[in-house]
């Protein structure tokens, strides 16, 4: 063991959110085997970590950040935070997490009128935030075929595209016994998530739907075969996502007083890591005061807007059908991890935190990632939802002055690139309701074509491209 590598172990157990009643950590379920709720992990000896004071495990973590022990560098810097069960020889590290927290151009805050910054959780491995729950799923999965000494473990997931990718990129790094299937709805992913499990060597299987229809049939199968589901179902991943807003609030000095953290809302796996970090960050001390969380959904896929919108006694939980959305990897209308984000709420606004859930247009949507891309972030057709959402916000009043927001941008913008070419070509199928606007569209231009070149005489091409190149852009000649 790494001398850094922590000595202290801790009691882990799994709480049903529906019926309360505790599982032990010993074997990987999915759903309490009562009632059949989802279910979180809980530290039994959480509390031990306040005799050592706030200030202790502050020093620690930001210490920990200059750490060579490879099974601290990515989302188990938080280790004591997240999962104290784990062995060092457990985890599994493919360099996620850590992901830079980048200002606004100035440009951008001056348009908006207001100071923020992308979290860009794209600069992932797989380029999605996906990886940090990976990491933590598949550290778990290691520790189980360790202890039991398993020969063959079949992992399986559905996919809006990202989990896939991550999930077939640390099966084929851990490799034997660990085999990985993945279930996609057919033509719904993007080209290059769709080459991500493909290049990673994952059996890829496809079904014609939409997400909740491969959810369900990964759901049977979770009950009726020996799988090891890497759904958000699985709470070992809202562990490992738990480490964005560690993250967070490590960048800000531990101070979320008057921070805004904005994501989109798809399964609603990552929104629960973010609220349940943060009420654990508040027990120990950590942090003094809860940030403001605000999530975001499309009006193509919105059940936990429809649900937050109505008066608080009112409130009755409906899934919708989803239509056509840019914002595909959330693109989602029974997301499983409703239940934790409904009880994790309910704490979170009893110890004084803001919790809103904003609806914004696919039109924002995409209006907003071309737009910040134009002002050199990366940000997905999600981030441009968190960035949409922000606005949407904005206009509601439900952010105060000198509120600084965080928008996650989930993914890196290359894997939604399409979004980008229907965009510039307006070509979007009529479905989404998205036009382009002239403003923010961008093409490339070609100067000569291969007829005007093969009729040169040799050596004229260089003078004349640089000519029309110079007459395109507009360059003035030297005196
Ligand atoms: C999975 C995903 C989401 C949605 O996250 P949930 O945890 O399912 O709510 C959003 N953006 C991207 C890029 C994703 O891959
Ligand atoms: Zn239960």
């Given at each position: 063991?790494?001398q850094d590598?922590p000595q202290?172990?801790?009691r ?7 019926c ?5 950590v ?5 759903t ?5 709720g989802v279910?979180l992990?809980?530290d039994?000896?959480?509390d031990?970590?306040?005799?050592r004071?706030a ?5 620690l973590?930001?210490?920990r950040?200059?750490?060579?022990t490879?099974a601290?560098r ?7 935070l ?12 493919l360099g996620?997490?850590d992901?830079?927290i980048?200002?606004?151009s100035p440009?951008?805050e001056?348009?908006?009128g ?6 860009n959780?794209?600069?992932?491995p797989?380029a999605?935030?996906?990886d940090?729950?990976?990491?933590g799923?598949?550290?778990y999965l290691?520790?189980l075929?360790?202890k039991?000494?398993w020969?063959e473990v079949?992992?399986i997931?559905?996919?809006?595209g990202?989990t896939s ?5 640390y ?5 034997e016994p660990i085999r990985?299937?993945v279930?996609?709805?057919h033509?719904k ?12 060597g ?5 079904v ?5 229809d491969?959810m369900?049939?990964?759901?049977y ?6 799988v ?10 809202v562990?490992?996502q ?6 967070t609030?490590?960048?800000f ?14 399964n ?7 609220i349940?970090?943060c009420l654990?960050?508040?027990r120990?001390?950590?942090?003094e005061?809860?940030p403001h969380?605000v999530?975001?959904?499309s009006e ?7 649900y937050?919108?109505?008066?608080r006694?009112q409130r009755?939980y409906r899934p919708?059908?989803?239509q ?16 934790r984000?409904?009880n994790?709420?309910e704490?979170?606004?009893a110890?004084?935190?803001r ?5 914004v247009t696919?039109?924002a ?17 999600q ?9 949407q916000a904005?206009?509601l ?9 965080i928008?996650?941008s989930?993914?890196h ?7 980008q070419?229907?965009y510039?070509e307006?070509r979007?199928?009529a479905?989404y309701g998205?036009?382009?606007?002239p403003g923010?569209?961008?093409h490339?231009r070609?100067?000569?074509s ?8 040799a ?5 004349a491209a640089?000519l029309?190149?110079?007459r395109?852009a507009?360059l003035?000649?030297r005196?």
């Amino acid at each position: 063991m790494s001398q850094d590598f922590p000595q202290r172990r801790a009691r882990m157990e799994y709480v049903c959110m529906d019926c309360g009643h505790r599982h032990p950590v010993d074997s990987l379920l999915y759903t309490c085997p009562d009632c059949g709720g989802v279910l979180l992990l809980e530290d039994l000896d959480f509390d031990e970590m306040k005799a050592r004071g706030a200030q202790y495990w502050r020093s620690l973590f930001d210490a920990r950040r200059a750490t060579r022990t490879r099974a601290l560098r990515g989302v188990f810097r938080f280790y004591e935070l997240m999962a104290p069960v784990l062995e060092e020889e457990d985890i599994v590290y493919l360099g996620e997490g850590d992901t830079p927290i980048i200002e606004a151009s100035p440009a951008l805050e001056k348009s908006v009128g207001r100071r923020f910054a992308y979290k860009n959780d794209g600069q992932n491995p797989s380029a999605s935030f996906k990886d940090r729950g990976m990491a933590g799923a598949y550290s778990y999965l290691k520790s189980l075929v360790r202890k039991n000494g398993w020969k063959e473990v079949l992992t399986i997931c559905a996919s809006t595209g990202d989990t896939s990718a991550a999930a077939a990129m640390y099966g084929a790094y851990v490799g034997e016994p660990i085999r990985t299937v993945v279930l996609l709805p057919h033509g719904k992913v993007t080209p290059a998530q769709l080459a991500q499990p493909l290049g990673s060597g994952a059996q890829v299987l496809e079904v014609p739907g939409v997400f909740d229809d491969c959810m369900k049939v990964v759901e049977y199968l979770a009950d009726h075969y020996r799988v090891a589901l890497l759904n958000s179902k699985n709470s070992w991943r809202v562990l490992g996502q738990e480490s964005y807003a560690y993250e967070t609030a490590q960048w800000f000095g531990w101070e979320m007083k008057d921070k805004a953290l904005f994501m989109p809302i798809g399964n609603a796996g990552n929104i629960t890591s973010m609220i349940s970090a943060c009420l654990k960050m508040h027990r120990l001390g950590l942090i003094e005061e809860l940030p403001h969380i605000v999530g975001v959904q499309s009006e193509h896929a919105d059940p936990v807007w429809r649900y937050y919108s109505q008066p608080r006694k009112q409130r009755i939980y409906r899934p919708v059908t989803v239509q056509p959305s840019v914002a595909q990897a959330a693109m989602i209308g029974n997301p499983v991890s409703f239940p934790r984000v409904k009880n994790l709420v309910e704490k979170f606004e009893a110890l004084g935190g803001r919790f809103d859930v904003v609806q914004v247009t696919e039109q924002a949507i995409m209006d907003g990632m071309i737009l910040v891309n134009r002002h050199g972030h990366i940000a997905c057709t999600q981030g441009g939802e968190s960035f949409a959402g922000m606005l949407q916000a904005q206009a509601l009043g439900i952010l105060r002055d000198g509120e600084f927001c965080i928008l996650d941008s989930t993914a890196h913008a290359l894997k939604f690139s399409g979004f980008q070419s229907m965009y510039f070509e307006d070509r979007f199928p009529a479905g989404y309701g998205v036009k382009a606007n002239p403003g923010l569209v961008n093409h490339p231009r070609l100067l000569l074509s291969a007829e005007e070149r093969a009729a040169m005489p040799a050596g004229e091409f260089t003078r004349a491209a640089a000519l029309a190149v110079a007459r395109a852009a507009g360059l003035n000649a030297r005196d």
